[in-house]
């Protein structure tokens, strides 16, 4: 009912810029909705970890420990379009970057684990070389 598509990763080297974008369709049977979203990441032999969420609001935010200050998520409803703008990136930030969304309320929490959400990416590859 719903498909998000990654695009923009690639490679950088540390102190660099990139920017994610995740586009969200919606196909035949899916109802009228309006979802919070979110950003994880997975490195090789890593588990996937929260790097940002946001929700219906696009001041609600949420954004993991290691990313706060240099990595930025908002919205454009209008392009059913979520970005992750990444700054100062270090080679920690390497990995499979995967956006993923849910059906969620207007005051929703924006940070969620994986398995709260129901519909994901196929993933756009980040690397950065020190």
């Known amino acids: 009912q719903v498909q998000l598509a990654e695009s923009g990763g690639g490679s950088a080297q540390a102190g660099g810029s990139l920017t994610l974008s995740c586009i969200l369709s919606?196909?035949?049977?899916?109802?009228?909705?309006?979802?919070?979203m979110g950003w994880f990441r997975q490195a090789p032999a890593k588990e996937r970890e929260g790097v940002a969420g946001?929700?219906?609001?696009?001041?609600?935010?949420y954004y993991a420990d290691s990313v706060k200050g240099r990595f930025t998520i908002s919205r454009d409803d209008g392009k059913n379009t979520l970005y992750l703008q990444m700054n100062d990136l270090t080679p920690e930030d390497s990995g499979t970057y995967y956006c993923a969304a849910v059906v969620c309320a207007y005051y929703a929490d924006p940070r969620r684990q994986p398995n709260e959400y129901t519909a994901w990416g196929q993933g756009t590859q980040v690397t950065v070389s020190s």
């Open positions: 946001i929700g219906r609001q696009g001041d609600n935010t």
């Open positions: 919606h196909y035949a049977g899916a109802y009228e909705a309006t979802y919070c």
